[in-house]
């Protein structure tokens, strides 16, 4: 079955913890994405990734890194959370083949963090 | 930078009635347009989406969606909503290999 996997799926960690959010997909993309999705402000592109070792900031990457070692992985670090990032987390992914353009992205279950 | 504004924070409708929901972006460029649609404690499903043809694009369970480029708007309607359309709904703009979101519009549909 095709999908987008995240563990864990929901985390209660401390201020300055680091933790990191693992993220897979099993569809061979080559683009990556993470969001956080707050209440009201709908979902914001943390990093993304165009394909192997190329990653690129999104609308709201500070606090956040990410690394792209392989194609079906694609982890976000977070090296000394604070209470602000707080929020649930998407994973995403889909093809960058010209054939497809337009096409959507798939999205994990969501990891829902809590920085206390 | 591009934005996407979706008009209504939350709507409340009856079995039955119609749904339109407002989504606007701001880019001069091409964009790719999407709706997603997310059900309670669920991630994100796809409902439609529009990036060439046809500005009226058809997508699951009886949404469509138009296209009108001079006004950079892409609302989602349905012609009568049931119980089950109770949800948070998305409109996203892809430029490049930016997606961006609206804020969302929750609906809720009293039986």
């Known amino acids: 079955e095709a999908q987008v996997t995240q563990n864990p799926r929901y985390l209660i960690t401390v201020t300055g913890k680091k933790l990191t959010v693992t993220c897979s997909q099993n569809?061979?993309?080559?683009?990556m994405s993470w969001y956080r999705q707050d209440p009201g402000l709908g979902l914001r592109q943390i990093y993304y990734s165009m394909n192997v070792e190329v990653t690129d900031k999104g609308d709201v990457p500070e606090g956040y890194k990410v690394s792209r070692k392989e194609k079906r992985n694609f982890p976000l670090i977070l090296e000394s959370p604070s209470p602000n990032q707080t929020s649930l987390y998407f994973c995403a992914s889909s093809s960058t083949r010209s054939s497809l353009v337009g096409n959507e992205q798939f999205f994990g279950p969501g990891t829902r963090l809590t920085v206390l | 930078a591009q934005s996407v504004s979706q008009h209504n924070h939350h709507v409340i409708l009856s079995e039955a009635a119609s749904l339109e929901l407002g989504c606007n972006y701001s880019?001069?460029?091409?964009?790719?347009l999407f709706w997603y649609v997310q059900y309670p404690g669920q991630h994100l499903q796809l409902l439609l989406k529009y990036f060439s043809g046809d500005p009226l694009v058809k997508g699951i369970k009886g949404f469509e969606a138009e296209f009108i480029k001079s006004k950079f708007s892409f609302n989602l309607r349905k012609p009568s909503v049931q119980w089950s359309d109770t949800a948070e709904y998305f409109c996203a703009v892809r430029s490049d290999y930016k997606l961006s979101f609206g804020a969302g519009t929750t609906v809720t549909v009293r039986a």
């Open positions: 569809m061979n993309h080559e683009y």
């Open positions: 880019y001069g460029g091409t964009v790719n």
